[in-house]
């Protein structure tokens, strides 16, 4: 990547005019109204494992992952569609909220973009950034569907209708959430899928209290998870990371181990710069995602603009994932992978000798395959016995 393509962000991955994407052609939506792909939407959402033994799927196993989820599952709902409970566009405590005449007023937008990331952090954030919103990564359209523990609701249960965000909306606050490394290592397991699940219950948690601060500084705020608007690219123009082969954002601190959340706001803020630490140039030399994904749904190869289904954006020169044979794999396992995190060599744990990589991967990146060679021999991202969790 050159100096002036990582300065535009997310943009240096567009080729030529890209339209604004409907939410409900996002592989989990599609599941539930799609009558090409809603046989694997009903099979993942009824899966419940019966072998109550099977190590990594163990009754107590089960309920980890349940417990993971419940947060963003009964409170959230930002996987199923969004403006809902803790996502709510709109604030619903009315008692706490500061009075009109206290208004925030004459605030220096330096200054609060450093005091929303401490607010950020301190209320859980792992990460956070700031980005004028590119309005092309909003969707188009938004797409409720069916919670999943209700199998039973028909198709009709989807709703969809357009998505408006008024321009007075200038920037997002992007914020990102670790996920436990220990039990990433687990995966295809559902230990892997409590730690997802936490992911996205702290993140609806946080992001919440974060929209909250706001308005009671007499500002606006969206929350939101996965919804309303694609959140890698917000990610990229706040100088997150970058983005992979496996289809995913790459953090410096924690590679792939992140779930992402948002929230638009009319506050004042200053936008951070884009960041390139060599993933585009690794990834074309690794491919270690690929090499252990179940469903072969990430392909080896150089970076294409041709797309699997409309589960893909057209218009962006990527490694497209095929969401279709992911979530296929899904709902044959029971529960949701995360292999392409668990061997990806930037999903590691802080340390000099990995900093020490990183900074052989941004500034010698003739030695990638070198280090992905070493990754393999040190025996990183293998797939670990879910006894060694409990230990």
Known sequence: MTVDSVIKGADRYVVGKIERY???????KRARWDPSVKHIGDKFVT???HEKDKPGSTTEEQAFDKAGWALEIYFARGVFGGNYGLYSWDSQVKVSTQPQDLKLTGGDPVKMSKVIKKVAKFFGASLVGVCE????????NYCNVPVLLYPSVSVSGVEEGPIEIPEEYKYAVVMDFEEDYEAIKCSPTNIAAAATGRGYSGEAYTTYLVAHYIRCLGYKAIPMGNDTACSIPLAIDAGLGELARNGLLITPEFGPRVRIS???????????????FGVWE???????????????AIIYGEPTTEIHNVSNREGLLMWPVNAEKCLSFWAANGTSCSNCIRVCPFNKPSGWTHSLVRWGVKHIPWMDSFFVKMDDLFGYGKQVESKHYWR
Do not use: H
């Open 133 to 140: 919103i590119d309005r092309r990564w909003i969707y188009s």
């Open 22 to 28: 409907d939410q409900k052609n996002e592989m989990f």
């Open 47 to 49: 899966a419940i494992r």
């Open 262 to 276: 948002k929230i638009f706001t009319n506050l004042p803020l200053v936008p951070d710069k884009p960041i390139e």
């Open 282 to 296: 690794f990834c074309w030399q690794c491919g270690r995602c690929a090499d252990n994904c179940p469903s072969r």
